[in-house]
């Protein structure tokens, strides 16, 4: 029996047909599905792109300069403590992080034995000065390969950044370029700008942490005031406020202070950019408002805070028994935010002093074994000092060493110690010889 072939107007009629329903189905498709099939054809991520407007972050400039509060003398002997003087060998991520945030990319040294910022920088940003640190038996890469950007492993694990998106809050704090160059395992083109999509496109409100994705966005994004993720939610300035404002205030890292600071940085960036509505605004500031009278309750004789600061006049009439560093925590971290807070935010000038003393005895008269095991929580107290003065730690850093240059302790220092910044790009202030 003759079979009759299909003739040409029936095949265009029915790939036609199929054109139709294919464009009729993909309308009716919601944006997370869309977005999600896009990908798979295209091998391209989900979610938009948000350009930031500017190659480098926006910065929380300090309010105050306050030398009541903290003399010349009082933060150089605490810097000159969390300088991070770390071994080479199984660089800890989070350290790491934590200095770099602290002494920014562009600090220098002259103790040799004394990481550079483009030191710090290199460690987080290039997975082969990963690998000089800690070899690939001993821990999983840093930095993770996606389809179209690189993500950070955060955990626990040895070589794990511990915190969500922690790695890129400090860098970016610390000033990083957006098209700095990140070096991947398999991927060498691509940027921190890369980080800051992927990280853009992974976010979840019911994230577990916010507090560095807060920071992080807000010093990239503004004035753009939202973006959409990877499973097409648009997430805004608003929510995350929200977000950080939930729960009970002992919740979140850092006995809940952290959080504070966060939103505290998203008030300033309001106040230049407009990023907040005005009724979450008012829900942030009455949070902060709430914060300080519990502070003013809960602060002791001495000076400190304890890590259940959140209980008020409780945490002083029934104290905790903790260790030390506990309590710098909570101390270290009130006085940051409060450094980049208006007055009408803070304690009395005579409670942040007494914070002040207790903090800078405590830090001073650690150990340098002490300062190393410990180190992400006194970073912070050299951070809100300088704030304090109106300054950065390296600025200030290099200034104070114009006048008290460096004294090499060892032949190794003597002969090395002004090289190991000139290799950076610094510029030594003395030369060995006129020491």
Known sequence: MHRRSPTTKFLLFTQLAVVVAFTTAWFWLSARTTDRLRAAVRSEPTGTVQQPERS?????????????????DELAAVLE?????????????????????TWGVDAT?????????????????????????????????????????????????PGGSVHHDHWLACLTEAGIDLDEPVFAPARRNMTV???????????RLDERETEWSAMAF???????????????????????????????????????????????ALVRLDDEYGILSTPVRGEIYAHLEKVRDLIVQAQFVDGHWSSNWSAGKKSVDEPLDEPTFKKVIATGHHLEWLAIAPKELHPSDESILRAADWIIKQTTDRTEQ???????????VGSALALWRGTRPSEFWQHWRTSHPFVATSPAEAEHGIHADNKNGGEPEIEPAAK
């Open 193 to 203: 700008n890369d980080v800051l999509q992927e990280s853009l496109r992974d976010f």
């Open 370 to 380: 002490e300062l190393l095991e410990q180190y992400t929580y006194y970073s912070h």
């Open 218 to 264: 807000g010093y990239w994004l503004p004035p753009a005031k939202s973006w959409r993720n990877a499973e097409g939610r648009e997430i805004t300035f608003d929510a995350l406020g929200r977000r950080l404002i939930r729960g009970h205030l002992r919740f979140g890292v850092c006995s809940g202070t952290h959080r504070v600071y966060s939103l505290m």
């Open 109 to 157: 040294f002259e103790d040799p034995a004394v990481l550079s910022g483009i030191e710090l920088r290199d460690v987080l940003v290039d997975h082969a000065a990963f690998l000089k640190s800690w070899t690939a038996d001993d821990v999983s890469p840093l930095l993770e390969d996606r389809v179209a950007g690189v993500a950070v492993r955060y955990d626990r694990q």
């Open 81 to 101: 403590k969390v300088r991070p003087k770390f071994p080479r060998s199984q660089l800890k991520p989070n350290h790491v992080e934590h200095a770099l945030r």
């Open 56 to 72: 480098k972050p926006i910065r929380v400039e300090p309010l105050y300069d306050e030398p009541g509060i903290v003399s010349d």
